[in-house]
């Protein structure tokens, strides 16, 4: 009972001292002291568990980085637990701390990541250090730190560049350029490369206006497409991307063509489309790569149509795939036929058959070795296959077959191509013998053959005709007898060597009649060699030059002489005063020129007639001539003007007793009288006389002044001669004032350009226009060029202003285009000096760029005394011009001294005859034979034909029924200025073709 008792004792004394620790505990809470503590521990028990849960890692340590504290998830990673944290620093736990992490600045700082080695593993750690101040301190107590994983993310960052960097190497090695655009903001997003930088232009090429921009430089006849393409944007289905070809004008003038493929990208929330991506491929080498596959296989197609031979090719399967229409022709088969069942049952020998068959087999078997594939292709290339064949009819013929391998790639074995040829007309041999024998002795040409060691062994009738040499003198001789002059017969010598090698020449050579007259011919020589290329013959045919020599005479005769009077004209007489004066100022001598006019001419001209003017004018060219000696040149310039060229003197002295000695002769001549029409006439002759370098070292200086001195020579009562003095030139002064305006014209935009119609010889169609110079003087008001272009070029100016000319003709021309004006091209005067100057081609072509225009739209203009100063040079000039695209005028052709040898090799493409030459026509003789000779020239040239100056409709009538290409002058337009041409040509269209004025004027106004 006891026992039991006491277990009782002890079973309930648990629950005693329970209770009494719970009534402790309320006890103690009611005391302020305690319980504030007992609530602080309660609530770091809370922020330990917090800690404890979250997944970065915390410490907790003094100001000198001594812990105090780490979190569950700091312990595991260093590997310690709250016993032993006191005995290690942050800078233990974290060696690579820098030396500024434990500086108390700042609340907050994110210190440099760092890494640690985790289970075998480093990885990175982020780390941010804040100042903790607890109750009762006044500063920082102690460091809070903060160190999160942040392996992964850098990882993933690093893999996210990557991509980023793959794929923008990606797309930049893309050829094609891909782009987004925002429709709605009318911006550029993206784009692998700049499609304006590949067409020449800028980067922020149309920036400011991209469709505007863009539309320019599309093409004509796209740009109605290229304008409906940009607002169906706006509609553009999901699945399907819109697709569009269209042409770029590049900077250098060429067009582009371009593949574009847009497809939306992203639609607002009405559904439209605001955002596209679009992919643009330069398609320009593909398209014309097509095209000229498409044209290279139309006309072999169109020449195995057109050839009589039997074409027909086999694939790689020996099957085959084409044979050509001539098959009905020389079989009788269709095509259709021959091609479904082969042309083996035309054959009637089947061992030809088995023979074809051989060849096909042993292709087959070397099909995929390339040296046996060769080793066939060069032995089929010496073979011939015979077969004899019956047509559709039952008609023989023989058949002489060709077979050539078809090789691709790698000379991949691609199939065969077979030449069938009729050679029925060999077995008729003796017949085309005798049909070449025939041709051979009724050949208007001559005709020698000579054996292989140069002998001749036959001539024909035309040879005995035009050498006088029977055939019996010249046989098994070699043709060196033939030759004008030993040099003619060396040379004939060497062009027989020549033929061992090239096998034909053909040339000019003077040759020698029996009679001993030279002449010349053009000759032709052929080596003949039979089938095992061995030499058998040469063959030589010679034509008879003496009356295309006799004309290419007469016509330069027309274009450098007077032909009434027989003398040299403006043109000859200007370019041997132009040598003279170069050659007198080499050798430091003195030139004499002076001009003379008639004084009474004019009344005997129109009281007598002109036959009776035109023999007085060669009675005084007769005396004129006999007054001077043949070193001395005179010249008719037209009318009764007459200039006398002297031979160059030592000193001032010799040339002034020279020009004086002359000058009586000629007046004491002229007082012989003249007998026209059984009466006599008396006729005086007023002269004026410059010398250079006195008198000025240019021609038209020296002919100026010359000039002046013989109307001064008029006011002093005719009959007399005078030397030129400055006094005589009362606009010195005025000349010196327009120098100074000049110098500064250009740079004040004082230059303008007035265009001139040019129309196709009916006077209908507008085939270009003349771009002429104005100066706008501020006080003069518009001058023309004969005004102030001469004193231009003696200031040195004319470069520039030529420059400038060019620029403003090309700035106008796509002025002109983009607004829809088509004026065919705009001729553009290039003056001597801006010709030579060594960089015309460079400044047109960097002209030709900037303005962006169709090079063929610009036509340069030079007058043939320029491209005769120095013919290597311009041919040099000229060439280069011609490869930048524009085309080539020869400006005033008749008035200067060209050579027709040199004229044909210049790449001109039109002759311009000088209005000098017009304004006599129809009724003058002279100038009608001229016109009529340089048209028919040009045209034989393969150069077109333009008149200037064209005043009249008779004129017109006579130039058009003469083959005269091109007219323009006064009877359809004046020039005008830019602004005025279309409203003029769209008047001129409504309105008959009248003259602006009848009076005579001069061109260069």
């Not at 085309?887 to 790449?907: C, E, H, M, R, W």
Request: proline letters at 4%.
């Amino acid at each position: 009972m006891a026992r039991h008792e006491h277990s009782r004792k002890d079973e309930t004394r648990p629950q005693w001292r329970s209770f009494v620790r719970v009534a402790c505990r309320r006890v103690l809470l009611q005391l302020p002291g305690i319980r504030s503590r007992v609530e602080e521990r309660r609530a770091l028990r809370y922020a330990s568990s917090a800690l404890g849960a979250i997944e970065e890692s915390v410490l907790l340590t003094t100001l000198d980085g001594r812990l105090r504290f780490l979190n569950a998830r700091a312990e595991a990673m260093f590997g310690l637990d709250r016993s032993n944290l006191r005995a290690y620093g942050v800078r233990e736990l974290i060696p690579a701390l820098g030396p500024q992490a434990l500086a108390p600045e700042g609340e907050q700082q994110a210190l440099e990541p760092v890494t640690l080695l985790q289970d075998g593993e480093r990885r990175q750690f982020a780390i941010t250090r804040r100042t903790l101040q607890f109750d009762g301190h006044s500063g920082p107590s102690a460091f809070l730190w903060v160190l999160r994983d942040v392996t992964l993310e850098r990882h993933a960052l690093r893999a996210l560049a990557e991509r980023e960097r793959f794929w923008s190497q990606v797309l930049g090695a893309v050829p094609e350029t891909l782009y987004v655009q925002d429709l709605r903001a009318r911006k550029l997003l993206f784009s692998n490369q700049n499609l304006a930088v590949q067409l020449g232009y800028a980067a922020d090429f149309g920036a400011d206006d991209p469709a505007g921009c863009w539309l320019r430089l599309t093409h004509p006849d796209d740009r109605e497409f290229a304008e409906r393409m940009i607002f169906l944007r706006q509609t553009l289905p999901d699945d399907s991307p819109a697709e569009s070809l269209l042409r770029w004008r590049h900077r250098d003038g060429r067009w582009h063509w371009f593949s574009l493929t847009e497809k939306v990208l992203e639609r607002d929330a009405q559904g439209r489309v605001v955002r596209v991506v679009g992919v643009a491929r330069d398609v320009t080498a593909q398209i014309g790569a097509a095209d000229s596959l498409r044209n290279s296989e139309r006309r072999y197609r169109m020449l195995a149509e057109s050839l009589d031979d039997v074409i027909f090719t086999v694939d790689s399967d020996m099957k085959i795939d084409y044979v050509s229409p001539s098959i009905e022709r020389v079989f009788g088969y269709s095509v259709a036929s021959a091609a479904s069942h082969g042309l083996g049952d035309a054959v009637t020998n089947p061992a030809q058959v088995e023979r074809f068959y051989d060849v096909l087999r042993d292709v087959h078997k070397a099909a995929g070795d390339p040296a046996r594939m060769q080793e066939i292709r060069a032995r089929l290339a010496r073979e011939t296959l015979h077969f004899d064949c019956v047509t559709a009819s039952g008609q023989r013929v023989p058949i002489e077959l060709r077979i050539m391998l078809i090789l691709g790639e790698h000379n991949r074995f691609g199939g065969l191509l077979c030449i069938g040829r009729d050679i029925s007309q060999q077995r008729r041999a003796e017949q085309g013998l005798r049909m070449a024998a025939t041709v051979f002795e009724h050949s208007t040409a001559a005709i020698l053959i000579t054996d292989p060691a140069g002998y001749i062994v036959q001539v024909n009738e035309a040879f005995n005709r035009i050498t006088g040499y029977s055939s019996a003198e010249v046989l098994d001789q070699t043709p060196g007898m033939l030759g004008a002059d030993r040099q003619q017969a060396n040379q004939l010598g060497y062009v027989l060597g020549q033929l061992h090698q090239r096998g034909s020449w053909e040339g000019e050579l003077w040759l020698k009649r029996k009679s001993g007259e030279a002449y010349p011919c053009w000759v032709g020589l052929t080596a003949v060699r039979d089938e095992d290329d061995d030499l058998i013959n040469y063959v030589c045919f010679f034509s008879d030059m003496s009356e295309r020599k006799a004309s290419e005479q007469r016509i330069h005769r027309l274009a450098y002489y007077d032909n009434l009077t027989q003398l040299p004209n403006r043109t000859l007489f200007q370019d041997r005063l132009h040598h003279s004066l170069q050659h007198a100022e080499r050798r430091g001598e003195w030139v004499v020129l002076m001009f003379l006019d008639l004084d009474r001419f004019k009344p005997i001209n129109d009281s007598l007639g002109h036959a009776a003017g035109d023999h007085m004018l060669k009675n005084v060219a007769v005396r004129l001539s006999a007054c001077v000696g043949e070193e001395d040149t005179v010249a008719r310039m037209g009318g009764d003007e007459f200039t006398l060229l002297l031979a160059p003197c030592a000193d001032r002295d010799a040339a002034l007793n020279r020009a004086i000695h002359v000058s009586e002769r000629i007046l004491e001549s002229l007082t012989e009288p003249f007998v026209l029409s059984g009466r006599e006439f008396f006729v005086t002759a007023s002269i004026g006389i410059a010398l250079s370098p006195q008198d000025g070292n240019e021609l038209s200086q020296l002919m100026k002044n010359a000039d002046t001195a013989m109307y001064h020579a008029k006011e002093r009562g005719k009959n007399n001669f005078q030397f030129y003095q400055s006094e005589m030139n009362a606009s010195a002064l005025e000349r010196l004032e327009l120098e100074s305006d000049l110098r500064h014209a250009l740079e004040q935009l004082q230059f303008v350009l007035h265009y001139q119609p040019q129309l196709s010889a009916d006077g209908r169609r507008l085939t270009g226009v003349e771009a002429v110079l104005r100066w706008q003087h501020p006080t003069r008001g518009l001058l023309p060029p004969a005004a102030f272009i001469p004193v231009l070029e003696e200031i040195g100016l004319v470069v520039d202003v030529g420059d400038w000319v060019l620029r403003e003709a090309c700035r106008q021309i796509a002025l002109w285009s983009s607004q829809g004006l088509r004026v065919p091209k705009v001729s553009v005067n290039l003056s001597a000096r801006q010709f030579a100057d060594g960089l015309l081609g460079q400044r047109v072509a960097q002209i030709l760029a900037d303005s962006a225009i169709a090079p063929a739209a610009l036509e340069l203009e030079l007058t043939e005394s320029t491209l005769m100063r120095d013919v290597a040079d311009a041919m040099r000039i000229l060439t280069g011009l011609k490869q930048l695209g524009p085309s080539i005028a020869v400006d005033d052709f008749g008035t200067g001294y060209s050579s027709l040898n040199y004229l044909k090799q210049f790449p001109i493409d039109v002759l311009k005859i000088d209005h000098s030459f017009v304004d006599g026509l129809p009724s003058g003789e002279q100038d009608a034979q001229i016109a009529r000779a340089i048209i028919a020239m040009a045209h034989s040239l393969g150069m077109k034909v333009i008149a200037e100056g064209v005043e009249t409709a008779d004129q017109l009538e006579f130039l058009r029924t003469h083959g005269c290409d091109q007219v323009q002058g006064f009877f359809f337009a004046r020039p005008m200025p830019a602004d005025e041409l279309e409203t003029h040509m769209r008047q001129r269209e409504r309105q008959p073709i009248r003259p602006e004025r009848h009076e005579h004027r001069s061109y260069s106004s």
